[in-house]
């Protein structure tokens, strides 16, 4: 894996957080000594929540203590578990000693089979069935711990199917006697808009073996570190405080801003120092700025990829931006190499880090996005006539997001068919600008 497409949790070096990696030091002591719990880790995008869960996993690691690492998806196509999918495989391909190679998540996820495959109308188990099936991943979980312990990460936890947060709530009653130690990330103020992952959390909340790091900003003297560490020089002191100043010690925005203060200094730009201090309020001004030195024809692919969805297939974005395949190839290309794109083998490209995604689509006007959204419904639904199960999800978000741009019906019809798919829960927000 290079450097390019390696996930954000494994981003080194990292700077601060003292207070959080003694906690999470903390907890990992008492799971060796048999004491499950949780770690629930908020705050606001890009605050760097991920990547102190990936400095959880790599401590565990250093202790012979097993990760399973689940992310849930800013998908409404996403099937329901699929953060526990990701976590139950992690659990097979480490079986047990003894136990044998056993795919745990096949042997019990045929509980929800169809549920996987958007367009089957079969509604997430009810009353004792999910109670059964709750318990049964409950039990594949407490057996995986029950050799070397157990860290169960769950990353952004405020786009939890209604599923997953059920059952980590489930789960969360049997934490404190199990060997399981539960990371869950998420943004706080995007978890209101989830009410079966905000009742999770409140459970969790509940339960003595749980601890809770609400992330602020770096420092300064961490913001230097973080600078430097990811720079490889250290930052002349007026500029580490305008960062700071600027940023609020996101870790994020550092990196951002720190980005274009150094371009500015490679490019032997004498005043790089002044980047800071006429830099605009906030990331959006920072990504705009880099936004602004790609090629028109980049920014639209990515301007369209960004309204579509999170993962980026090259033909839904060329139909829904009026675009070829191959503008849009060419487009990746370039924003991969300016860092806001990131590929990697066999995946569909997605965007750097949701932070960019979001603030790109911020700036698309909603006549644009009502158009983008019509296409990519059209697109799908001539490219897959013979096969619309695959693509409802997609095809369900797209026609009530053309607004008033959506054929008379359609919204309606697609609207149902997501439904029928998910359920009677209620369906969380897809479309957030964040930034
Ligand atoms: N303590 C740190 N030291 C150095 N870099 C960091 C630190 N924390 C985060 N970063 C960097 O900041 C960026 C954002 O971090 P991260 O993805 O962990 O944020 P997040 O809170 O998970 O954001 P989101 O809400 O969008 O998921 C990443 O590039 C990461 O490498
Ligand atoms: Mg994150």
């Not at 169960?152 to 006697?177: E, I, K, N």
């Not at 959204?373 to 619309?388: P, T």
Request: net charge neutral; with cysteine.
């Amino acid at each position: 894996m290079t450097d390019q497409v390696r996930p954000a949790r494994l981003a080194r070096p990292f700077a601060g957080r003292a207070r959080e990696l003694q906690a999470v030091a903390a907890c990992l002591a008492r799971l060796q000594t048999g004491q499950g719990g949780a770690i629930l880790v908020s705050g606001e995008p890009g605050i760097g929540k991920t990547s102190l869960a990936g400095q959880v996993e790599s401590r565990a690691a250093d202790l012979h203590v097993p990760v399973g690492w689940g992310s849930c998806a800013d998908d409404e196509g996403a099937p329901p578990l699929w953060p526990w999918r990701q976590i139950l495989a992690g659990c097979a391909a480490r079986p047990a000693p003894g136990d044998g190679p056993r795919d745990r998540a096949s042997r019990i996820l045929p509980d929800v089979a169809g549920q996987d495959r958007p367009g089957v109308a079969a509604p997430p188990p009810d009353g004792s069935e999910r109670f059964r099936l709750f318990e049964s991943l409950t039990a594949e979980v407490t057996a995986a711990a029950a050799h070397a312990g157990l860290v169960v990460v769950l990353d952004d936890l405020q786009w939890a199917d209604p599923m997953s947060a059920m059952l980590l709530a489930h789960l969360g009653r049997d934490l404190p006697t199990s060997r399981v130690l539960v990371v869950a990330a998420y943004r706080d103020r995007e978890l209101s808009r989830n009410a079966p992952a905000q009742a999770a959390v409140a459970a969790l909340v509940r339960e003595p073996g749980t601890v809770q790091l609400r992330l602020a900003g770096l420092a300064e003297a961490e913001v230097a570190d973080q600078l430097e560490a990811t720079f490889g020089r250290r930052f002349d002191l007026r500029v580490v405080a305008g960062v700071a100043g600027r940023t609020g010690g996101n870790p994020f925005f550092v990196a951002e801003l720190g980005r274009l203060v150094s371009d500015a200094a490679a490019a032997g730009r004498a005043e790089a120092g002044s980047w800071v201090t006429r830099l605009p309020e906030g990331v959006r001004a920072v990504i705009g700025q880099r936004l602004a030195q790609l090629p028109a024809s980049c920014r639209d692919v990515l301007s369209t990829a960004a309204v579509i969805a999170p993962a980026i297939d090259v033909r839904t974005v060329a139909a829904a931006g009026g675009l070829t395949p191959e503008t849009v190839l060419a487009g990746l290309d370039t924003a991969c190499g300016a860092g806001l794109v990131r590929t990697a083998a066999g995946e569909p490209a997605g965007f750097s880090h949701a932070l960019v995604r979001d603030v790109i689509r911020a700036e698309v006007p909603p006549s644009r996005q009502f158009g983008m959204h019509r296409r990519a419904a059209e697109h799908l639904e001539a490219a897959y006539a013979a096969d619309l199960g695959g693509h409802a999800d997609d095809i369900a978000h797209h026609w009530p997001s053309a607004g008033p741009l959506a054929g008379a019906g359609h919204a309606a019809r697609w609207a149902g068919g997501a439904a029928a798919c998910r359920g009677p829960t209620p369906s969380r927000t897809v479309e957030t600008n964040t930034v």
